[in-house]
């Protein structure tokens, strides 16, 4: 790759950590979306399911668009949780959706997407299990139906994206 070609990537992955990091902290400010907390539309890692499946982009891209964005978010929200539950479940979902896209072969993005979702919420419930008990145990299949749906909503929403580009 051109060092032109280089500064081009680096500079479209600053501005695509730029759009999931607006789109974590606009989503952390509207009003829960059900009854149960910490169920959300995921919105921020749509930039992750967008590079994970555009061909100018590697893995190693996307994790380091999570890393940065769950690290800046710390700082802008200023709340250390959101390291340790975001970081760990933002990298376990990339990982998740790597896979799926790989047996999929870049097809049914929305069931990556689920796939991605659904590593996120168990992670962080294994987390909650590590930090404060078992006490989380009986709130699975609400996350489990929650990051169904929002799996879903955001895949699809970023396979429309990808058809326009």
């Known amino acids: ?41 995921g919105l921020a890692n749509t930039v992750t399911l967008f590079i994970l499946h555009r061909k100018a982009y590697k893995f190693a891209d996307a994790v380091l668009v999570v890393i940065v964005r769950v690290l800046s978010a710390a700082f802008i929200v200023g709340n250390p949780s ?17 896979l799926f896209r790989m047996l999929l072969k870049g097809e049914l993005i929305p069931v990556t997407s689920v796939a991605g979702a659904l590593a996120h919420n168990m992670v962080q419930v294994a987390v909650a299990i590590f930090v404060s008990g078992a006490g989380v145990l009986p709130y699975i299949p609400v996350l489990i139906l929650g990051g169904i749906l929002s799996g879903l909503l955001t895949g699809f929403a970023v396979s429309i994206i990808i058809r326009r580009f």
């Open 1 to 41: 790759m051109k060092r032109s070609g280089k500064i081009e990537k680096l500079v479209s992955l600053g501005v695509l950590t730029a759009v999931s990091l607006v789109m974590f902290v606009i989503e952390s400010q509207l009003p829960p979306i059900t009854p149960f907390p910490g169920i959300k539309l």
């Open 82 to 98: 959101v390291l340790l539950f975001s970081l760990t479940g933002g990298i376990s979902a990339v990982f998740a959706m790597l």
